[in-house]
Nanobody, 115 residues
Framework: QVQLVESGGGLVQPGGSLRLSCAAS????????MGWHRQAPGEQREFLAV???????KYADSVKGRFTISRDNAKNTVHLQMNSLKPEDTAVYYC?????????WGQGTQVTVSS
């Protein structure tokens, strides 16, 4: 089993920055991707970014150029640096780990962008 714990959410003003982190623990082995989704109230969960074990990245158009995903394989952690935040970025942000046909999710961390 794999457990994911996110941290780093909070309240930030428009134009500000936040850095989210996600630590994975448990039975972790082999090749796996890690990434982030978010879900705003009344909306479906939205893909944001993913990073492979080899460091390749992919972003949603809505965050490309503003968000940067990175990972530390030795520590089984993934980070999401979020810059130029907008009120529409307000959501619960979820970390995930994909290994083959298995997906694991964190409990989510709230990000609120408001003045």
């Amino acid at each position: 089993q794999v457990q994911l714990v996110e941290s780093g959410g909070g309240l930030v003003q428009p134009g500000g920055s936040l850095r989210l982190s996600c630590a994975a623990s448990g039975t972790i082995f082999g090749i796996y991707h890690m990434g982030w989704h978010r879900q705003a109230p009344g909306e479906q969960r939205e893909f944001l970014a993913v990073i492979t074990s080899g460091g390749m990245t992919k972003y949603a158009d809505s965050v490309k150029g503003r968000f940067t995903i990175s990972r530390d394989n030795a520590k089984n952690t993934v980070h999401l640096q979020m810059n130029s935040l907008k009120p529409e970025d307000t959501a619960v942000y979820y970390c995930y780990l994909n290994r083959g046909t298995s997906d694991y999710w964190g409990q989510g961390t709230q990000v609120t962008v408001s003045s």
